[in-house]
Every structure is written in structure tokens, then in C-alpha cells.
């Protein structure tokens, strides 16, 4: 089922998903399935999986110089949203991104994925690589995640890169993006940034999953918001707890957002990751009671590989 279908036949229930990573290279997927399996319980309809553009690495070699290496840490996000739709009969949603397709990439891609019968995308740009100050778009491929919306809007008319195809079968993917409570950090402007989300919209994307916040207040106002520039498709707020007392430092730093004050507060006050994880749940779960009460549709957990802490978190919320 598609993400937009799901949420219409919860009939204005919040339902829950959870966001997963593929296992690092040479994992097995069981570790996805005894991720997954406790967090059944709470029957989300759709779980997302992540997708990770290669990477530079530099490695010493004998002679003392430094050679530059790509590798994919992570690969097999289309696989394992196979495995979880076959295991669980539930829709997996796996995410797609501009960076290091070619647009010729991009539409094999889309291809295996409808001959899969995976008709869910979360369609992205994707970040800078690590030793680049800047998102760098394959030679060939799309430099924003507007044009990858609209690539997979012709393919749902039937419309592929090659011209001669005619009467091409059509695509049916329901097809989401990223918006940002607090601004993209690239934008100039949060008004800009909107605008750029709105043009998504128009181009064909049916929903949106908001970058984490912790402050609700944000995700309101951010509705407000794109609601005034006619924005009317499903906005899903993205959830993460604190569970280490480094990330007050971290995560401002890796996702660009703001903890606010009472979060900063309490966590400081903590001596142990332990003890900051249990502010950081309990921080979370009264957020979700918030969002449920407030009509989210969806509470999209941001998991990173750690179950037992969404496992505490839903069994409060759902
Ligand atoms: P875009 O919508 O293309 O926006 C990028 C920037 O460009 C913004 O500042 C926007 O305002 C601006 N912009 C947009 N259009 C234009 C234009 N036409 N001209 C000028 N400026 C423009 N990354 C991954 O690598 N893998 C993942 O699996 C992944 N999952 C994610 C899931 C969610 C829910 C979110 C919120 C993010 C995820 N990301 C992922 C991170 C994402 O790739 C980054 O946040 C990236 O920096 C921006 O992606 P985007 O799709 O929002 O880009």
C-alpha cells in the first residue's frame, strides 16, 4: 500500500514507522529481522530504509602516501525492503537519492524497484561526501531532489528517458521528500527554503517527513507555515531521543537542528549515558502524546540500529 493510502485508511489515527540503516558491508540480515521483530508489536505500516552514497576514505600505503579510496558502507537498501515486505507483509519505503546517479542510474533503479512491487519512494538529494564542503551531483545526474520527483513523475505517465518507448508501461509510486522544521541548512532563508519544499510539491511529491526536532512548538508552526503557501499533503514529523550524552554536541553538529532549552537543561544534568537516555525517552514520549493529540498522522522514528529504546518509547505512545 502506499504511504498516502496508509494514512487514509487509519482514518485520522497516528500510526507509526520507523526508519532503519542497512547493516555495515558484510552484515547479515538477520540483524535487520531481530531489529525489526520486537517492534511489530506496534504494527507500523511502513518502515523506511535508509540509503548511503559511497564514500571517500584515504588509506596509508607503504611508500607513506595517502590514497584516496571510495567504498559503500552500507549497501543494500532495495534488498532489504524486499526482505521486509516478504517477511512482514507490511510496505517498506526505501529512500533514493541524487547523489552518485546518473539519471540513466536513477531510472534502472526506479525500474527494479516497480518489477519488485515496492511503489513507495523517499526521494532525497543527499549530503556533501565526507572531504567535499559541498553536495556535488554525479556527472549526468540530478542536483536537486525536485528534479528526482519529477523523474519519477514521468515514469508514473508512462514517460522514460528513452524517447523511442512508447505506450511505456506506467510507474505508480507514491512519492515522499524531506522538509525541514528548522530551514534547511543551506537555505538563505526559512521563506526560501518553504518555497523550494512547495515546488517539490507541485512537481508531484504526496507527502513529507520532517528532519528530527525535539521542540513541537517548530513542527506546528512549520505546518502553519506550509499550509499559508498551499501546501496540503500529509506532513510527518521525525522523531529521535537523546540516548548519549555526547549528542548534545553531535547531532546539532551532524543535522544541523536546535535542542531547546529545557532539553539542554535536563540533559546536563545527567552524569551517565544511561541517565541521559532516560530524559532523552522520556523527552520523546511526551513529544509523541503531544503529536498524537495535536492529529500527526505518522510518528516517523528516527531508530539508527537502536531497538530497545523505540521498543520503550512506542510501548508509552502507541
Ligand atoms: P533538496 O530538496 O534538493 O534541498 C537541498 C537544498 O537546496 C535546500 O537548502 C533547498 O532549500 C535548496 N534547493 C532546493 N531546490 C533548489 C533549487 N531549485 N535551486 C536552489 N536551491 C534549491 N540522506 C541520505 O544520503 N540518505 C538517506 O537515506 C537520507 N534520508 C533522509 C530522510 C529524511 C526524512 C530527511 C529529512 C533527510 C534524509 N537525508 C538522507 C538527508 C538529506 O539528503 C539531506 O538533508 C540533504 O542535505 C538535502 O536533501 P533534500 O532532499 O531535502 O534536498
Redesign the pocket.
Known sequence: MKVTDCIKSAKGKTQVSFEILPPLKGGHISSIFNMLDPLMEFKPPFIDV????EEYIYKQRPSGYYEKTSIRKRPGTVGICTAIMNKYGIDAVP?L?C?GFTIEETENALIDLNFLGINNV?A????ARKFENR?VPQDGGHP???DLVKQIGAMNKGEYLDQNIVNGQKTDFCVG??G?PEK?F??PNPE??LQ?LK??IDAGADYI???MFWDNENYLKYIENCRSVGIKVPIIP?LKPITKLRQLQSIPRIFHVNFPNDLVKEISKCKTDADAREVGIEWTVQQSLELKKAGAPVLHYYTMGDVSTFTAIAKKVF
Not at 535508509?50 to 552514497?53: D, E, F, G, L, V
Open positions: 535508509t540509503y548511503h552514497r529512500h537519492i547523489g523517499l532525497l538529494r543527499g549530503d553536495f536537486y531532489a525536485i521528500v524531506a525541514y534547511h543551506e537555505a526560501v527554503d523550494f515546488a517539490k517527513v520532517t528532519q521525525g
